[in-house]
């Protein structure tokens, strides 16, 4: 992909680690709409997880996927390690979408990925820095941002589903 998003970056050229090693390289993805959302174990929101593997069920033979990005900046609420994340993930909620390995969203060591995501608003106007786990970034087939969602938005919500399937063209 080489279209810019609202930042002038591609950010599904960025490179990211997988949560168990190897690569959750970002190019995997071109042409295919992503869901992007950084992720926590201990936190009021994680619930969440089951809507986020519904969502990606739902449309994954369509070609979209939901990525999770561990991050434990907000309160310490993903402490564990990859073995521990992922067993969790998949023990409580039957996660079997992608995770890259845990990587900061804000500050001075925010990840690439976050670095060009960031200046996306949401319907509400919010750019900047992720207020709170669960925050959603969903990337077109195109490589662009495509819309933003407050970590609150249930990611079962009308109008995520609408934007995921407007991505996948469907009317």
């Not at 174990?41 to 986020?52: I, N, V």
């Not at 900061?104 to 608003?121: C, I, P, Q, S």
Request: aromatic letters at 8%.
């Amino acid at each position: 992909m080489t279209t810019a998003d609202s930042n002038g970056a591609a950010p599904l050229e960025v490179e990211i680690g997988a949560l168990q090693g190897g690569s959750a390289d970002l190019k995997r993805y071109a042409g295919r709409p992503v869901l992007v959302v950084n992720v926590a174990s201990k936190c009021g929101l994680t619930p969440q997880y089951a809507g986020l593997e519904r969502l990606h069920e739902r449309y994954a033979a369509q070609g979209f996927t939901v990525l999770g990005v561990p991050c434990n900046q907000f309160l310490g609420q993903e402490p564990g390690s990859a073995e521990e994340i992922a067993e969790f993930c998949s023990a409580t909620y039957g996660v079997t979408f992608p995770m890259t390995e845990k990587v900061e969203v804000n500050g001075a060591g925010r990840h690439a990925l976050y670095d060009r995501l960031v200046g996306f608003a949401d319907a509400e106007g919010h750019s900047g820095d992720i207020r709170w786990n669960f925050e959603k970034f969903l990337i077109g087939r195109d490589g662009r941002v495509a819309a933003r969602f407050s970590p609150q938005t249930d990611p079962e919500a009308a109008e995520v589903v609408a934007a995921v399937e407007a991505q996948l063209g469907r009317p």
